[in-house]
């Protein structure tokens, strides 16, 4: 039985005592809606349902027709934007097969990207230009969200006047997405500036000891500023469904 | 100089420039205004003023009176609560004696705790009764801000069953608060039954091959759930912080 | 909405349909059936039905009134044997005083143990006289699962012989535990040498560069015998648990 | 000398009295018998006879001739099942001139592959469809092994209901096989669904901060459900020869 | 607002009250002064200002077209050395492209290296020619700061005498840059034969169970002479930055 | 034989062809002078005397008549400061029967600590209080050096404004020792705003996931501010001699 | 059946032949002979016999009656040393009860210590005083075995003069164990100067990055000098053992 | 000033004295004669004289004119046989247009290999053939000390009876070199079985949990069996020179 919460249990119970439907169908029902299984992947229409979120496929680790099976049941069944990120081409291809061309950018593929239209004034923050990959990935996630956010490149805290040159934005925004590689000092840094959520993304793009990521990681999450919450490292994506959450 | 916004800043200078005030002066105020230095800390002020959190102050590694200074200044010049964690016994019994007695709970140390006040549902879920500690210091700093936290205990994924009876109150808070020790399952399975920010403290207390909660803050961070944050191990009080500043 | 399984779930709804009970009912029972709140605790009486296992409460981090708490609750709404492992004498005391004197051994706390009746060999093997503590939890729990485990203590794998002298008992057992600390290479030895399941119990007894068994652990997952299987360390419980579940 | 149980030892100590062999006979049979040494490798046809296991050559690090020879050995002087896992295509080519073409899947390659027979209901369960070609060797080897496994694709726990709506396959298999990266929670959530054995495969596919498996791995020793056991990271062979021995 | 000294920032206060400029001005000149903003990056004229640094740009992670927009920057505004380190010869192309052919050595691009003009005794010393890389960095980062370094090659603490036929150099040197692999003893031996700064520089080429240059930057700062320092692995441009951070 | 430079030796040799010594004598020189041996240490005179250093002894795992034997030694046989660092209750009683009162202070124990009298602007700057005892330790070593540090406490970067506030001291000083546990993001912004060498001491006290110093270490040494460096956890000695190296 | 030689195996299969023992018999002999259990205990008399070893208990985690049963089983049938290691009072209390007092000495309790007999000349090294405590383990265990082995203490390479000296003592040894914590330098530097076996301890004491002796193992096995081999840390017996079997 | 011993200074001092040479003299000599300086590095003839081991150049790292300038000083300057490890073709191109033909073998290149002539029996034991790279480096570097190892490959304790039968082998011989990955309890098998010195050498080609070998190095430092000592992962040359040293 799945997940559902107690009122539509309630009304499906209610059907069936009122004799609208069988014992049969509700056990069908009930363990039959929310998703759908195609080519080895259990395709879950319920999460964008219940969360507004855009249909999302992580595309590492996928047959080319796999992706292509699943963005096809996506488009099919559903009505909101539909990502696939960290894409390759091929995958790009056989998807594109079957969907028709999409939206390539920052290393995802979209469809039906919605015009901005969710509230919410969202800054994503960079340390440094090798960080650009991942902003890019959470910025297209976040447009896929409805948000229009905005961006601040490059001003990790050894130019500390770099980001307190723009510090009306930092303390304005309804979140912020700091990410850093290396120490990831910005992240405490922007912690101390403002009152927003800060979600904090470690990269692994750093050197000398930063050990693609691991030793970023764990310093943000002894991070000496109150209330930084962090995500797992180069996940962009991750930190703009984060932003989702907490701007709904 | 110091990280007030632009407005503030032009507003120093209008002073200045319509002598109001010298520039001796603006360069005192702006260096001197945010904080006070009290026996060995720089107490800030500013972060409450800025943030609408109480004053917290760490316990851990401060001498008594340092504890005792540092809470004194902050109860002279505010009106606000201010909150000592993890405190010890001698840093209560230094800090009593300078500010009266006050409210210890869950290991901390309450001053001028405010009533019920500030909107939000949160939810704060244990996985088991070894994350009780946790759980207390975070309910206690939420308390702090002004939330009326509810809570469920003993709901590890091992028995699912548990959880799932309250599914409702997990689908319907605003925030939800996931602490877990051990392998940390409970945060991937709250953050794929619910919409709300879902904010992850791993805790120390479990055992087999969880290495003092390290597994734990890293299994959290790879976790299959989209859009989960995590804080550090053990830092209910952080997990707290970022609940105010998603909840505004 | 909880873990049954179809059949009781038709049940329910055919008992609905019929009348003989309503939607508000089983709703409730759903929700209410498989555990009891006590204390801050959710008592899971549902696992030991189901599963034939004793009912296990594991000591570290509960307090002394949880655990009488809960051991009450168990012995009064079940008949199956009850076990606090690592139990503390604080604990030790709280529950005697609310449950009567149970069987103090193996630094656990048991109640109802039933006599020998689970058919199945289970060999349970030690690579040193330091595994004997973990070796002595895993035994009890097997006991109380009503199997009657057989013992080979001091039979590392630096005096091949003397697990060698033994060799009828390894292969004609119907499970193996293997405890072993340092780099656990007993394990391997044991899994080329017998047809039967394997269990591999990592130790923190070692020194050297055992790190607290975090070597050892990883050792035996490192295993070059194939189909041998690997739990926390120290996790002698858990080990017996593996078994039931093998041999069931 | 070999570790032939006691009883066989006896029986050729018997002959030797008997003069039905003579000592060095004896000498040379308990040296020879049970391997045969092929190019640089000791070929054990002792284990696939102990242990009714099918012969399986471990492919990585080998050259192509010594696999050919190996094979060659395995299929002249045995009769069951042999399997290469992980194999190249240059092992696949210098193996098939000389043994034949085999049955190239899941990355193997297999001589003499077994119809059904071997009972036991064994269910092979993945998280996400990155998990898929560890799960295909795992079913290729449990199908070597005469088993006829099913299988599970895409339920991992951030989409709960996926894995309930299949619940009774879960409850009702006699061995469970979950193979899942990331944080690896639904290990622990199969663990406390049902009562058959559970053996955990973490898997090197995910991101984030699951350090290719190694924190998957960690997390599953730490599960909070008891009794499950594990095996290395992408043992997708591991797994079933565990299963093998569990369901003799 | 930027990190200027006091001094500047009653300087401009001065200017405000005087007339000499206005406060919108004075706002806008501290915002904007110390960096410019090119093709996503913040590219900071004030550090090389303020510290007499050479301008210096990290190729890894860069686009060409970003390298060559920033190198253009630099050269524009500024008259100093400009270095891109571990730069790629896509990058080479597209800085030459724009800034005309430049220095290339080191795995680096120079341009406008100043002659030799800085005092300072600086020597570089390896333990194996596999270190030489990294000294070569070093070697040319020094030479753009106006240093004229000394080398010392392969001379590694198993052949101790090797170091110490050249004793006078390194005792006489006013800041050593000790680059090691392995177990870096090297600058632990050097560190106790001479007074100056010894800036230990580990280096990722070992093998046996230096893991990359984790085991030789923990031995390093474990290191059991005092006030050696270190810098991260293969990290020859940050230990150059150190010395003239030094050398004043 | 030993580090003595060439100049050393060549009086040497040029008194032994002058007759005024022997080669048996110039052996025994050579081998004997610069360290004498007492209670199972090698007292090194020899360091003392070349670099200018006081003599320094490390407390942990010396036996109190050790380190009494030792300090002796060094009274008896130099005329600078001797410095005795972690010392226990124990070892100071058994050194003071010996040595007469020495000055305790920041768990150290020093005799003949000299009047202020180097040269050089050392500033020591602590990330939170929890890291005054770190501190405390470099800033005794510094003045047994000589020195007359000056000392900003409580300035971590999560408020930021407190460091600001003292940016001329940063901005001045000679050196400037980075005492931070946690993330240690200090190091890195007071990096980027001074032009003198910073040396970074990671601490111990922090929590969350600094793992004793662990993160924090690793942390400094990926800092995004070049030319920092890092000495060991909680080495506040070890950063006291860094600075005496540079400032010679 | 046990690890003998052939040639043993021959000779009880000849007397089986000619009738001086029985097919039980022998059974019998093989499988009981080589050790004795006691009290949860196999004793291994086998290992000393075969090698000249002294008997050995490791004492931490044994019961202390374990530990006077073992002992007396030892005294009982073998009339070699007998050594217990890292011995807790306890643990003397029980053996000296059963066995009378033996030698109390570096945290071990010695029976029947040699006169000394063997040849080979040992020479063990530390680094620091702090080794001292392993350098007494491995000095009476290598008196156990019947060496004089001679030991240099504090020597460590920040002092280079120390070691070298003493060179004609390192470099005339037959084998050399080196003591040492921290970067543990001195393994290296010690392997550079003789050409006997090098056999390097690493030990726990250290600090600012050494993490309890891991630090310093990795270095050591990373060590730039050929041929140099390593134990566990702080395995002083262990070094003795090896060097045991180095010099038969 | 050199690692010379005693006797060698004195004798060139008494040269001094009697008018036999100069002061200027005997520094020179002393500083210049064990190595030489070309391309970069420092040739080190003392080792191979000192220690009887045969010249060895490690290929990584080094340019291919580097090791031609090497090989070339070598070949001139000594007699004995010259050993390139782990070549790359460029650099066997490079080094024999030098020195003509070498002998090109387990990724080697060996120059004037001697005939066997130092005595000693030695054995070299793999696990498993994915170990035999290592094992091939072993042997040559063994054959180029003048030794003649015996080998037996691919006996892992999964399959204990390939090691017994062959255990005439491992008791007589004077070393044996343990060569294996995963857990490596082939080592500690040995080590019980002999009374030899046994060398292990970890290698990187296990999988599951072997982390590139770090698992296994660590297992091997944790063995069960005394005296055991460990090289650094796949370092199948230092385990040779290791063997070298023990069999003076």
Redesign the interface.
């Known amino acids: ?7 539509t ?2 009304q499906l ?2 059907d ?2 009122a004799g609208r439907t069988s ?2 169908e ?2 069908a029902r ?3 809606l ?2 759908a299984e195609v080519d ?3 395709v ?1 229409h ?2 964008a349902l ?4 855009p249909e ?1 496929v ?1 595309g ?4 080319p027709e ?1 992706c292509a099976s699943i963005v096809g049941e996506l488009l099919a069944h559903g009505t909101g934007p539909v990502l696939v990120t960290r894409v390759t081409p091929e995958q790009v291809k056989a998807v594109e097969a079957v969907a028709g061309p999409g939206l390539r950018r920052a290393g995802c593929l979209l469809y039906r990207a919605p015009g901005p239209a969710r509230a919410g004034d969202v800054l994503v923050v960079t ?6 990959a991942v902003a890019d990935e959470c910025v297209l996630t976040l447009e896929a969200y409805g948000f229009s956010p905005r961006r601040l ?10 980001l ?2 723009h ?2 934005q930092v ?1 304005s925004a309804d979140a912020v997405v700091v990410i850093a590689g ?4 910005l992240a ?2 922007v ?3 403002c ?5 904090a993304v470690p990269t692994s ?7 693609a990521g ?22 962009g ?2 930190a ?7 701007l ?1």
């Open positions: 039985m799945a997940p559902v919460d107690d009122s249990l309630r119970l209610d069936l005592v014992a049969d509700v056990v009930l363990s039959r929310p998703f080895g992947a259990s879950d319920h999460r219940r969360q507004g979120m999302a992580y590492p680790g996928k047959m796999q340390a440094g230009t090798s960080d650009s490149d490059d001003v990790g805290v050894a130019g500390l006047h770099r307190l040159a510090l009306d303390t290396m120490e990831g000092a405490s840094v912690g101390g500036l009152a927003a959520p800060v979600i793009t750093g050197y000398g000891a930063s050990f691991a030793t970023t990681v764990l310093a943000m999450l002894a991070s000496c500023a109150s209330g930084i919450t962090v995500v797992g490292i180069d996940n994506f991750g703009a469904c984060a932003v989702a959450r907490m709904r």
